[in-house]
């Protein structure tokens, strides 16, 4: 049986072993994956962000794209009105007059043919510039930034007859028109892109480059709208006077400009594919005229403090228009503050809690690979606007979250194994000791047999030898028939208790065992258990003394009584066969709940670690082998399992100046 134990043993351990090693690796699995799952967030929150401000950037885009060219102007005429030749044309004043700012666009520009630079804000006059001289100074920085940073872009930074030619192939398709973005800074916008696809960042799990191609001009066609020939040639007349009556720059301004009034731009060459020929007398002559808007295109120039900018240069719209053989530009210049107020606003719609977030230029990418290495910044996303990029760093508000959420698993993890540890140990203890109990108790049943078997052939051998030599009439004494007899009669009485031991127990084990409880005096019944046992008490040489108490009347059960006494006084015969003092007093006596029933031998006692063990069935103090007292182990165990029925315990205390007490209480009311 130990050998299974063994076996057994060894299996449930290497199962534990197993089971905690996969917990720990799923604990592992589990904390890689809260890291992903906030990475997810991160990466969730950037791509959010970039659908916002691409939506954002579409929405401007397509607002500027459809926005009439006469918004350029400082003045216009209405398209709905009807012209006459006896009736002037209404003039209204710019729509983007009045301020420099238009969303995302800021200082709208118109270039000419010619190489003016003209903004809806030119008509302030000398008398209004006290009004507003803070308009009238930005408008005028403005052209001068126009001047100094973009045209010469347009122009090809080439002097003399060599400028470039900015309108050649003004309607050529979309997938063949050259960019005007000038080379250098052409390739300095590549090799920042490269450098941001490149870039660590971008191949990092921590972060990745997202693209917003809001700006492509390949997304965008150009428009053809006609428009009244009296409705165009006023505008042209209009804005041309109100330009000719301008106040003149200043000396310094007009060095700064680096533009001519007078400076003659080659005039548009004739290309090839769908571009415009030359217009016929009649076509001139028509009374609509069609419009052609071309498609906005960036252009990264440098200067007013480029190198601040997070695009690394300004960032200019510009798109080309055609009425008839006239071709000029338009545009604005994009306003970052504005835009990176865009990003903030749509960052801080989708930002969760838990998350911070700012806003960097491609100048510090590599520093934000080196802050997510260095855990400061949890998620870089890189937005390309094609034109330059802006880098978009989520922190984590809390750095210790996932750390803390690790010891939370772990901490769990190594409860929930402590428990299971513990169940284990103490289920393989309990196995161990329920197998040993299991042991010990099929020796006990061995040892009952053989003591059973003991127990009943003494009195069976007695009682044959009896009746044999009472059948053969060998005795003829009176004396020694009524001894033989009597003899005969006591062992019948011993077997009787034997068996009814054996019987008792069989019932209180398979709950079988019925009580009648009767309303009686318990001292009566001891008296007569007494006087039924004295014989065999004295047969042995004992003394049988009485001290019962007055008051001996409860409701108990007097089969249960009988075979309480019965076996205390037994049991005191048995092992105090060698004392010197052969008495054995049987007292009651009774306090507020119980009756107590003593029976006081002068034997050798029963040691402490014993008391206890002594009330186990089947147990005997002595080894069966070479044990010299009669009995099965089941006489002190009733003892008990009476007492407990009767709401009551039994106990044992010692005795003066030797041997034992064996003390049952019966409760006074059950």
Known sequence: MYKRLIILSVIILAALCGLVWLGYHSIQIRAQGLEGVRLGEFAAVAEQIRQDVKRKLDEFIQTEQERPYTDYLYYYVPENVISSQQQQLPLLRSPLAGRLEHGLAYGNFQIEPDGNITTPNDDI?????????????????????????LLPLLNGKITGSNKLNIYRQAEAAPETRPKVTDQVELTRNEDLKKKSEESKVAQSQYGRALSIESLQSQAQKTQVMPQKRSVVEQNIFSNTASRAGRAPLSRENQGDLQIRDQAELPQPQAAQGNVSQPLSERERQSETVQVRIGPFETIVAGGDNAEESIFGGQVFLVRHVQIEDKYFWQGFQLNE???????????????????????????????????????????????????????????????????????????????????????????????????????????????????????????????????????KNWIKSEDKLAEYYKNMRQETERLSRLIENVLDFSRIQRGRKKYTFKIGDVNKCIEDVIKMIKPYASQRGFMIKTELGRDGKIAFDGDAVTQIVVNLIDNAIKYAHDAEDKTVTVRTRTDKQFILIEVEDHGPGVPHQQRKKIFEQFYRSEAEATRDTTGTGLGLALVKKFAQAHNGFVEIVSAKPTGAIFRVALAIRV
């Open 125 to 149: 006059k000398q008398g209004e510039r006290n009004l507003d001289d803070k308009l009238y100074t930005e408008a005028l920085s403005n052209r001068i930034n126009v001047g100094n940073n």
């Open 337 to 471: 503050q504005k835009l990176i107020e865009e990003v903030k606003e749509s960052a801080s719609k989708f930002v969760r809690e838990g998350m911070s977030i700012e806003l960097a230029s491609t100048k510090t990418i590599d520093a934000a690979y080196a802050a997510t290495e260095n855990g400061d910044i949890a998620y870089s996303a890189v937005l390309d606007f094609l034109f330059g990029d802006l880098v978009l760093n989520l922190k984590e508000t809390n750095p210790d979250w996932i750390n803390k959420q690790k010891i939370h698993l772990r901490n769990w993890y190594f409860s929930i194994i402590s428990v299971v540890l513990l169940a284990v140990t103490l289920g393989l203890t309990g196995l161990w000791r329920s197998a040993r109990a299991q042991i010990k108790l099929a020796q006990k049943k061995d040892d009952f047999i053989s003591a059973v078997s003991h127990e009943l052939r003494t009195p069976l051998t007695s009682i044959r030898m009896y009746s044999e030599m009472l059948e």
